[in-house]
C-alpha cells in the first residue's frame, strides 16, 4: 500500500476562453470532510455556475472510498477526469474541487474534458506530498522509573505522546507508525510492556 498524501491545501486558477477554473486541493480522511469543503467553496462563491469534483479516501489503487460529480457538466466530461489525475499520480486522502465561472464560450465535451483534467493536474503540479504512512495507537505500561525512556523511544520511532496517565503505575497513550509497534516492544524489553487492545 504505497501512496502519496497531500501535506497542505492548494488553489491554482487557469482561464481557458474566458471561463475561469478555480481549483481547490484539501487533504480529506472521510466523505463527510470532502464534502464540507465542497458546501464551505459553494459558500465561497455563490455565483459560480459549476462545482466539479473527485475524491479518493485511503489508497488510490485498491479504494473503496472515492467519488466524483460533474455537478452539471456533460457526464464524463469534469468529475472523472479529476479522479483520473489522482488515481494516476497515486495521490490519496484527497478532494479536488474546480469551481467554473462560466465565460460565455462553450468548450465542447473535449474541451471540458481537458480543462477539468488540466485543472486537477495544475493543483496537484502545486501539491507537496507525503508518503502515506499507516498509524496506530498504542498504550505503553511503564514504572515511574523507565516513564522517561519509553518517552525517548517512542519518539526515536517518530511517534507523540497522546496521553499520560498516572496511577500505581504510569500507562502511556502514543501514536506512531503501525510498521514500528514490533520495533518498540523489543527496544522497550524491560522498561514497559505494550498493552495488547482488547478485541472489538
Known amino acids: 500500500m504505497s501512496y502519496q498524501t497531500l501535506k497542505r491545501a492548494v488553489t491554482t486558477r487557469l482561464e481557458i476562453k474566458k471561463s475561469e477554473f478555480i481549483a481547490y486541493a484539501y487533504p480529506v480522511t472521510s466523505r463527510e470532510q470532502a464534502m464540507f469543503h465542497v458546501e464551505q467553496l459553494r459558500e465561497q462563491y455563490p455565483d459560480a455556475r459549476h462545482f466539479c469534483w473527485a475524491y479518493i479516501v485511503g489508497d ?14 456533460p457526464s464524463g466530461t469534469a468529475g472523472r477526469p479529476i479522479l483520473n489525475v489522482l488515481q ?10 474546480v469551481v467554473r465561472y462560466f465565460g460565455g ?4 465535451a473535449g474541451g471540458l474534458t ?7 493536474q495544475a493543483a496537484v503540479d502545486e501539491m507537496i506530498l507525503s508518503p502515506y504512512v499507516p498509524m496506530t495507537q498504542i498504550e ?20 507523540h505522546i497522546d496521553d499520560v496517565a498516572y496511577s500505581k503505575q504510569v500507562t502511556l497513550t502514543a501514536t506512531l507508525a503501525e510498521a514500528d509497534v514490533e520495533n518498540l516492544k523489543a527496544r522497550l ?4 510492556r505494550v498493552l495488547d487492545k482488547p478485541e472489538d
Open 189 to 192: 524489553a524491560m522498561d514497559g
Open 105 to 108: 464560450i462553450k468548450l465542447g
Open 88 to 97: 494516476h499520480k497515486s495521490i490519496g486522502n484527497v478532494i479536488i474541487i
Open 60 to 73: 488510490p489503487d485498491n479504494t473503496t472510498s472515492a467519488g466524483f460529480d460533474d455537478d452539471g457538466e
Open 140 to 159: 505503553i505500561l511503564a514504572e515511574f522509573a523507565t516513564e522517561t525512556q519509553c518517552r525517548y523511544m517512542i519518539e526515536s520511532l517518530g511517534g
Open 114 to 120: 481537458r480543462a477539468y483534467a488540466g485543472s486537477a
